[in-house]
């Protein structure tokens, strides 16, 4: 219950009142809508990561696959002097920035990721690498999908609490206030009618 004691009612207190509920509710609306429109951008997304990870998930087990047979070829010792100088460096530099905010990457790969001879090593290797060296694209894809996930999860729960704010708090608050003031301008309205027909009442008897 509003603490209606505190305002004044006034016929420009109801005004004022009625103009604040006015806007509230066109708040309420548009963020009704904003909050659709997230909710319909999320699941699709939610689905793409889920297919993104999967497809992910799936490189990794093939490139781990070919390095445990890689290892069964040749000794582990031979594999691991094989990658004791890697030759290739991976840059990032942010391109731009979603409307949530999340920032989106550029990968810069530079060298030769089969940098070891080919005597020591074996072609599973070779197939390892490769597949680490083309993963890297989707999982920078999948982690970048993941933070635009919880940003716009984080935006709808944002804008269901402001919504609920206005649907079930600041308007009916308001209403009770335009409830309020609209009764005290009537027992105003009622009392002031009653006084001249008694004013009447009085000069017609004299």
Same mark, same amino acid.
């Given at each position: 219950m509003p603490r209606i004691i505190? *305002?004044?009612?006034?016929?420009?207190?109801?005004? !004022?009142?009625? !103009?604040r509920l006015e806007t509230a509710? /066109?708040?309420? #609306?548009? $963020?009704?809508?904003? /909050? #659709?429109?997230l909710i319909q951008r999320f699941f699709p997304l939610v689905k793409e990561v889920r297919q993104l990870r999967k497809k992910v998930e799936d490189k990794l087990? @093939?490139?781990?696959? #070919? *390095?445990?047979?890689a290892k069964m070829i040749n000794w582990e010792r031979e594999i691991e002097?094989?990658?004791?100088?890697?030759? =290739? @460096?991976c840059n990032l530099e942010i391109s731009k920035f979603t409307s949530l905010g999340a920032p989106q990457f550029e990968i810069?790969?530079?060298?030769?990721p089969l940098c070891y001879g080919f005597y020591e090593s074996n072609w599973k290797l070779d197939e390892g690498i490769r597949s *680490?060296? #083309?993963? $890297? =694209?989707?999982l920078l894809e999948l982690a970048q999908k993941e933070e635009e996930v919880k940003r716009l999860a984080r935006e709808i729960? /944002?804008?269901r609490r402001r919504v609920n704010a206005l649907e079930h708090i600041f308007i009916p608050q308001? !209403?009770?206030? =335009? !409830?309020?003031?609209?009764? @005290? $301008?009537?027992?105003r309205e009622r009392a002031h009618i009653i006084n001249i027909m008694k004013v009447k009442e009085l000069m017609e008897e004299s």
């Open positions: 505190q *305002f004044n009612p006034t016929r420009m207190e109801l005004l !004022k009142q009625k !103009k509710q /066109r708040a309420h #609306d548009l $963020l009704e809508d904003k /909050r #659709d429109e087990k @093939k490139a781990y696959m #070919d *390095f445990q047979i002097e094989c990658l004791l100088m890697p030759s =290739v @460096k810069k790969i530079e060298g030769e *680490f060296y #083309d993963i $890297l =694209v989707s729960e /944002r804008t308001i !209403k009770e206030i =335009v !409830k309020y003031i609209t009764m @005290k $301008l009537e027992e």
